[in-house]
């Protein structure tokens, strides 16, 4: 870096901090997205040291899947729900990419998914992203990548049906809402791996749950676990 981009990064800063996509406080130096009391304090589940977890269960007698966790609790009205809309609908795609890599280190210290050899971004209709502009689920596997030390593989899964936002929907209609709307091209990349299904947040599991048995019915060779990087405490029966 110049000297003059710096100075100018110096000056930028002074004038407009980089302030914790969860309190809105300036951060120090060193903080990156989260201030270190969000960090600290953050809703955390401790599921990925989990082999059985409210998560995996939610998949009992739908999809068998390898390992299942979710990452942070989603808490309505909270900061923590304001940083996932910012990198779902503002396009705060960095702190995507952050919150990913923070996963990731839990997940790989964990042991239980030192096998996995590729991750895979739940992906977004063609014309959802392109009016977003990125799909938000391709930063957190990034992320998460990066700290397993294994690939992302962006091109063989995709949606051939733009659905409806599940956010309102009931649980039958949410499993309606998505029967049908992934598909696999070129099986061949996926075959024989340990996959990691990866999504920003997990409410019901249909959407989640759709993809992994898409994926398995056509590649039904490779081994999958999910990862999500928010889940709902309600929908897991899960008691404050």
Same mark, same amino acid.
């Given at each position: 870096? #110049?000297?003059?981009?710096?100075?100018?990064?110096?000056?930028?800063?002074?004038?407009?901090?980089?302030?914790?996509?969860?309190?809105?406080?300036?951060?120090?130096?060193?903080?990156?997205?989260?201030?270190?009391?969000?960090?600290?304090?953050?809703?955390?589940?401790?599921?990925?040291?989990?082999?059985?977890?409210?998560?995996?269960?939610?998949?009992?007698?739908?999809?068998?899947? =390898?390992?299942?966790?979710?990452?942070?609790?989603?808490?309505?009205? #909270?900061?923590?729900?304001?940083?996932?809309?910012?990198?779902?609908?503002?396009?705060?795609?960095?702190?995507?990419?952050?919150?990913? =890599?923070?996963?990731?280190?839990?997940?790989?210290?964990?042991?239980?998914?030192?096998?996995?050899?590729?991750?895979?971004?739940?992906?977004?209709?063609?014309?959802?992203?392109?009016?977003?502009?990125?799909?938000?689920?391709?930063?957190?596997?990034?992320?998460?990548?990066?700290?397993?030390?294994?690939?992302?593989?962006?091109?063989?899964?995709?949606?051939?049906?733009?659905?409806? #936002?599940?956010?309102?929907?009931?649980?039958?209609?949410?499993?309606?809402?998505? =029967?049908?709307?992934?598909?696999?091209?070129?099986? =061949?990349?996926?075959?024989?791996?340990?996959?990691?299904?990866?999504?920003?947040?997990?409410?019901?599991?249909?959407?989640?749950?759709?993809?992994?048995?898409?994926?398995?019915?056509?590649?039904?060779?490779?081994?999958?676990?999910?990862?999500?990087?928010?889940?709902?405490? #309600?929908?897991?029966?899960?008691?404050?």
């Amino acid at each position: 870096m #110049s000297i003059l981009s710096e100075l100018f990064g110096d000056v930028a800063s002074l004038f407009f901090p980089a302030r914790c996509g969860v309190c809105g406080e300036p951060l120090e130096p060193g903080e990156r997205c989260l201030c270190t009391l969000c960090r600290a304090t953050a809703p955390l589940t401790g599921y990925w040291r989990e082999a059985d977890n409210p998560v995996v269960r939610k998949c009992w007698g739908m999809v068998p899947v =390898e390992q299942a966790s979710g990452f942070l609790f989603f808490v309505h009205a #909270s900061g923590w729900r304001q940083l996932i809309h910012g990198f779902k609908y503002r396009g705060a795609w960095r702190t995507a990419r952050a919150m990913g =890599e923070w996963y990731g280190r839990y997940l790989s210290e964990s042991g239980l998914y030192g096998d996995v050899d590729l991750v895979v971004p739940l992906p977004l209709h063609p014309f959802k992203r392109c009016r977003r502009g990125y799909n938000q689920s391709e930063y957190i596997a990034e992320g998460i990548a990066r700290q397993l030390g294994v690939e992302v593989e962006r091109r063989s899964v995709y949606r051939r049906r733009n659905t409806a #936002s599940q956010a309102l929907k009931s649980h039958r209609e949410r499993a309606g809402n998505v =029967e049908g709307a992934f598909a696999v091209r070129h099986a =061949e990349r996926l075959a024989g791996h340990h996959i990691l299904l990866v999504d920003d947040v997990m409410t019901t599991g249909s959407t989640l749950l759709s993809c992994a048995a898409e994926i398995l019915r056509t590649v039904p060779d490779c081994r999958i676990s999910l990862a999500a990087l928010a889940v709902s405490r #309600s929908e897991l029966g899960v008691r404050d």
